[in-house]
């Protein structure tokens, strides 16, 4: 007999809720049916059929990116690994980058610059964006080899408006333009060749409407000669991207790579090429401004201004100190939606990403959202702030097709 007994038996039916809570928080987020089911097949990794499917993906990645660049790979493991992978293949002991810091997200960065060595210098901004100017002159101060970026801070729900314009300063001081999409790629315009960005990551798990352990990036040419003229030996095996070329560009072995995330990725990628990126940055626009709408005309305060205002994650503030832990548990019993908190900051958000910038989803989350602020004692003009939204909404409807 063993010594260590197993755990009773308790299927995963038991714990899941009997009716699926709808993700409206900073993600992951909802996925779509062929998602769902792509996810739940496993081929070979190196046959025949998975090298149709990885040459799609990239073709497909490659449009949601906007760039020509082949140097597009998938990544086993979340956003994070995507974003350790650029910095860890362009960095060394002692180059200098620029880290353009906005909150969690974007300081994460700087950890993992921090990690390789790296002589990190760090511009902080609070709640709102980097202009051209601070760029420039925190450029003007010596020479940098990359500057990383996020376009949109999940955290605090702040837009990295200047984005284009920082990128030409930063290409013309010659150094290499790290960008973080995460929350952002497809759900507004991003154009990596036009806008010379050197490497831009994603995740599956927000804007593609994918599930999370899978996500990408890509290189551009001359961010690729940087990472082959590296003569120090990658310091991840797993994310070193010349291995991962094997993978993506030779088909040979790499690791075993995330058969189901990769199909789950293709079948979102590929409905996002059905959409077209025009179709989908208008859906995501209406949608989030409709949200906005009906949020204020409830009486609620937005956190962000709306020149930069993020509409991927709208941040609300927390009137009247209501628990906000209490509040987000008070509407996934209720209202069976689920939003999320934040890092600190007394605010509450709302994710619209991909599949969350539904009709339905928004009627379902704003409702509940005013509910259960009126549950917690803050008085509410419910019915005034749906009618916004669907105004808003109607108003739009000939550009907003489901
Ligand atoms: C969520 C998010 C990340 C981190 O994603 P993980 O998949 O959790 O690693 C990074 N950047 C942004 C902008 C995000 O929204």
């Not at 779509?32 to 025949?48: E, F, S, Y």
């Not at 490659?62 to 790979?73: D, L, N, V």
């Not at 990690?115 to 609070?126: C, I, P, W």
Request: proline share 5%.
């Amino acid at each position: 007999m063993s010594e260590i007994l197993p755990p009773s038996d308790l299927p995963l039916s038991n714990l899941l809720p009997s009716e699926p809570i709808l993700l409206m928080g900073a993600g992951p987020v909802p996925i779509p049916h062929a998602v769902a089911q792509a996810n739940g097949v496993v081929i070979n990794h190196l046959g025949k059929t998975m090298d149709e499917v990885i040459h799609r993906v990239k073709k497909m990645a490659a449009y949601a990116f906007q760039t020509q660049s082949e140097h597009i790979f998938g990544i086993s493991g979340p956003s994070s690994a995507a974003m350790e992978m650029a910095i860890s293949s362009v960095l060394t002991k002692g180059r200098k980058v620029l880290v353009l810091n906005l909150g969690t997200f974007s300081a994460r960065f700087g950890q993992m610059a921090t990690g390789m060595q790296a002589d990190v210098v760090e511009l902080k901004n609070e709640n709102e964006p980097f202009t051209v100017e601070q760029v420039k002159q925190a450029l003007s101060k010596d020479q940098f080899h990359a500057v990383t970026i996020v376009q949109g801070e999940t955290s605090c729900g702040v837009k990295n408006i200047h984005l284009e314009q920082i990128a030409k300063v930063v290409k013309d001081h010659g150094a290499l333009m790290i960008v973080d999409t995460v929350c952002t790629l497809t759900t507004m315009p991003l154009y990596m060749d036009k806008w010379g960005l050197d490497i831009v990551v994603t995740g599956g798990q927000k804007g593609l409407s994918s599930i999370p352990g899978v996500s990408l990036i890509a290189y551009s040419q001359n961010a690729w000669d940087v990472v082959n003229d590296r003569i120090s030996p990658c310091p991840h095996w797993c994310l070193d991207p010349r291995r991962a070329e094997k993978f993506w560009k030779h088909r040979q072995y790499h690791y075993t790579a995330p058969v189901p995330g990769i199909l789950a990725i293709h079948e979102a990628l590929r409905l996002i090429c059905n959409e077209t990126l025009e179709k989908r940055f208008e859906r995501h626009e209406i949608s989030s401004k409709a949200l906005q709408a009906g949020i204020e005309a409830m009486g609620l305060e937005l956190f962000i201004p709306e020149p930069f205002r993020l509409n991927s994650v709208v941040s609300i503030i927390n009137p009247n100190q209501i628990e906000s832990t209490k509040l987000i548990q008070y509407m996934i019993n209720t209202f069976k939606v689920e939003i999320s908190g934040a890092f600190g900051l007394d605010i509450v958000r709302i994710g619209q990403m991909g599949e969350q910038c539904r009709s339905h989803n928004l009627f379902k989350v704003l409702y509940a959202l005013g509910m259960s602020f009126q549950h917690f004692g803050h008085d509410l003009d419910i019915a005034g702030g749906m009618a916004a939204l669907e105004e808003n909404l109607v108003k739009d409807s000939e550009h907003f097709v489901e």
